[in-house]
């Protein structure tokens, strides 16, 4: 009976470390640093799969050698998907903290900045920006950013069209941000930050854009759900995450089911009336283009779509990305 549990045990930890060697495989489109966790679970499982079979060789009934694998698999299997359930927080979200340092770093580099705390969903209170444009009465582009990313990071997207006032906030959890990220917390904010800046008078309720950038495509999609913006602007937009892109990410866990946070783009895409501009890196390991299609299939308003020779990070830096954005934007007013 030991001897079949230590069996067990040894194929058990072969499998789970070779499942954390493709899960890391997959992830590392995200973090290139987890390509090295690739390489050591891959070495790990291989070492545990032969020291298991060569036990299993000296198992005497086969039957019992098949029972034994088949129990090894489904609980590594089991174990891999009580791991993303578990962390899946801190992989969808992964907030950011603002240092003093760059704080202070920010008065110097964007002297019009103005400093904001807005009150948010839930008595939150957001943290943000707000940089005024060089034109009278310049529309106003609220900038939504990718997971992991904290806001004051996105400063210099507002010198690529400096014509227009742009809004920079920290989601709920990131940098000063109070509360916890969610999506629906997310979702609630972006409509609270909407109605406080019109209501302010940071800009009139027909020249209000969203853009938004990975996760945050999915927050700017909302909110043109909910409120009549003049456009959206969405780098490497997706469909829906849980099922979606974190399946892509993580293809052998049932992250339908499992994440709490789904962001089913989708289903309330068909409400939105503005039009959109979705940019689409062909290279994108992270959200592959046709997440993009599937979501823009969806969409109730105009769509152009624009494919660029980019990855899920370099569109971000491509003349052609700006070109195409100030094109859109001004064609809308």
């Known amino acids: 009976m030991l001897k079949r549990a230590a069996i067990v045990l040894t194929l058990f930890l072969a499998f789970f470390s070779l ?12 973090s290139r640093s987890l390509s090295g966790l690739y390489v050591r679970f891959l070495a790990i499982g291989a070492v545990l799969l032969l020291c298991g079979f060569f036990f299993l060789w000296r198992e005497n009934s086969r039957k019992g050698r098949l029972g034994l ?3 090894a698999l489904v609980a590594a299997w089991l174990g891999l998907n009580v791991l993303v359930f578990v962390y899946q927080d801190q992989l969808l979200f992964s907030p950011r903290s603002l240092s003093e340092a760059r704080r202070a770093r920010v008065a110097v580099e964007y002297p019009l900045a103005e400093e904001l705390y807005v009150p948010g969903a839930d008595g939150n209170v957001l943290h943000g920006w707000v940089i005024p444009g060089e034109v009278e009465k310049a529309p106003l582009i609220l900038v939504f950013p990718g997971q992991g990313s904290e806001v004051s990071r996105y400063l210099d997207l507002s010198r ?6 742009w809004a920079f906030f920290n989601y709920r959890g990131y940098g000063l941000s109070e509360g916890i990220p ?27 854009f969203a853009l938004g950038g990975s996760l945050g495509t999915g927050v700017a999609s909302y909110l043109a759900s909910q409120r009549p913006l003049r456009g959206v602007v969405l780098f490497s937009p997706y469909d829906k995450i849980g099922g979606g892109v974190a399946q892509d990410l993580i293809p052998l866990a049932a992250t339908g089911p499992l994440l709490r946070n789904k962001f089913h783009v989708s289903q309330f895409a068909p409400q939105i009336q503005a039009p959109v501009l979705a940019l689409v890196g062909n290279s994108d390991l992270v959200i592959g283009p046709v997440r993009s299609e599937k979501l823009l299939a969806n969409w109730g308003g105009e769509t152009v779509i624009h494919r660029l020779e980019a990855d899920h990070y370099t569109i971000y830096q ?9 094109s859109f934007l001004f064609d809308l007013l």
């Open 19 to 30: 499942l954390l060697a493709n899960t890391s495989r997959h992830l590392s489109a995200l």
């Open 69 to 71: 694998v088949g129990l």
């Open 160 to 165: 690529q069209v400096p014509e227009f006032s």
């Open 182 to 208: 969610s999506e629906r917390g997310l979702f609630t904010d972006a409509v609270a930050l909407y109605d406080w800046l019109v209501a302010e008078g940071y800009a009139d309720p027909g020249k209000v």
């Open 318 to 326: 491509l003349d052609e990305s700006w070109q195409a954005v100030r």
